[in-house]
Structure formats: structure tokens, C-alpha cells
Nanobody
Framework: QVRIVESEGGSVQAGGSHNLSCAAF????????MGWYRQAPGKQREFVAI???????HYSDSVRDRFTISGDLTKKEVLLQMNALKPEDTATYYC???????????WGRGTAVIVSA
């Protein structure tokens, strides 16, 4: 069994910052990556950022240069630092744990971030 715990979201004014953290607990496993996706109202879930077990960092074009992902996959922890937030960043943010074998990934329950103009 795997349990993913995300920090609380919140309400932020445009231009502000907010951090989201995620930790995974449970049976013995070694993540191949941990990252974040988000889903805005009425839209599909989209990729935001990920850190892989090799230390590679990947970002969506919409958040590159504003968001920073970091973490320690040996501890199964990841942090998403969000700066220069925009109203279009408003969404429910989901932590995702990637595994190198079936079931391949687990999702967190999601946490809402609201950015007001």
C-alpha cells in the first residue's frame, strides 16, 4: 500500500508565491520519479513538473522559469516552489509518484491553489 500526502494549497494574489510539498509512505519501493500535475476547472489534467531518480528536472512550458521542483527520492519527498503566480495557475494540484514497475504510478488526492488577480 502506498500513501501520498500533499501539503495544503491556498489562496494567493497574482505575483505571489506558494510552496507545495509531497511525501510518499508505504511498502518498500523506489520511485522512478515524483512530480506534479494540475487540473483547472473544466480542463484536463496537465503535467507541471517532475524530478526523476537520475536527478533530471522537467517542466511544462507554462511554468518554466517560475516554478522550481526539488526533492529527495530516497526519502520519497518532493517540493514545488511556485513564484510569480498567475490567475491561470489556479487549479487543483496533484502529486504523482512514478514507479519502475506496475502499477507504474500513484496519485495524491489533490490540493487547490487559487490565484486572484
Amino acid at each position: 500500500q502506498v500513501r501520498i500526502v500533499e501539503s495544503e494549497g491556498g489562496s494567493v494574489q497574482a505575483g505571489g508565491s506558494h510552496n507545495l510539498s509531497c511525501a510518499a509512505f508505504g511498502d518498500e519501493f523506489s520511485p522512478s520519479g515524483m512530480g506534479w500535475y494540475r487540473q483547472a476547472p473544466g480542463k484536463q489534467r496537465e503535467f507541471v513538473a517532475i524530478i526523476t531518480s537520475s536527478g533530471s528536472l522537467h517542466y511544462s512550458d507554462s511554468v518554466r522559469d517560475r516554478f522550481t521542483i526539488s526533492g529527495d527520492l530516497t526519502k520519497k519527498e518532493v517540493l514545488l516552489q511556485m513564484n510569480a503566480l498567475k490567475p491561470e495557475d489556479t487549479a487543483t494540484y496533484y502529486c504523482r509518484l512514478n514507479l519502475p514497475q506496475d502499477p507504474w504510478w500513484y496519485w495524491g488526492r489533490g490540493t487547490a491553489v487559487i490565484v486572484s488577480a
